[in-house]
């Protein structure tokens, strides 16, 4: 099986989304703003969480009805279960994330505009939950940051040192049959 154009378009689509929006977040985390200068930022970064929301949901949906094809090639049993829990690890993120930022905004009571076209309306104030979303939201990105840095590594490592199609079929979905039509019947 390999995946289909679907697949892959929301494979890379949340791929850069999720890792612009790691960056921004380490960014607005880590560059010691003002909070005047930082306020319109976490509002961007708030509205484009919300859109990662709606585009992961479909991502996680998609995923979950197609399901994952099976391994290109066959390895250590430790492997197949490393990539299930990180796979799966990513998608809960892919969720997590946006609905931890949201949680921290609106259980402080705050409303989460998405670029003016519509409002999260505000729930009443409850500050543990607001702690426990903020607490989610900070530890989760940095998890995030270590799963994509070991997705990545482990994607490379089957391309060039395993010289399977794992990689290929990402990103062109060809399949990881090898195409014998051009050899003659032996």
């Not at 996680?60 to 690890?89: E, K, N, Y």
């Not at 949680?103 to 409850?126: H, K, L, N, Q, Y």
């Amino acid at each position: 099986m390999t995946y289909d154009r679907v697949s892959r378009l929301n494979h890379w689509l949340l791929a850069l989304a999720m890792i612009g929006m790691l960056m921004f977040g380490l960014y607005l985390e880590f560059a010691g703003l003002e909070r005047e200068a930082r306020r319109p930022l976490v509002g961007i970064h708030a509205s484009l969480g919300v859109l990662v929301l709606v585009i992961g949901t479909w991502r996680v949906a998609w995923r979950i009805l197609r399901g994952f094809p099976d391994a290109v090639s066959d390895g250590p049993r430790w492997q197949a279960v490393g990539s299930r829990w990180v796979h799966w690890s990513l998608l809960a993120g892919i969720l997590l994330m946006p609905l931890s930022g949201i949680g921290r905004t609106v259980f402080r009571g705050r409303s989460v505009d998405v670029f003016g076209w519509f409002s999260i309306p505000a729930a009443p104030e409850v500050r543990w939950l607001a702690s426990l979303s903020s607490n989610v939201h900070y530890y989760v990105g940095f998890a995030l940051c270590l799963l994509v840095a070991v997705h990545i590594a482990a994607a490379l490592k089957h391309h060039f040192i395993d010289q399977d199609a794992t990689l290929t079929r990402m990103v062109s979905g060809r399949s990881t049959e090898p195409d014998t039509s051009h050899y003659p019947d032996t």
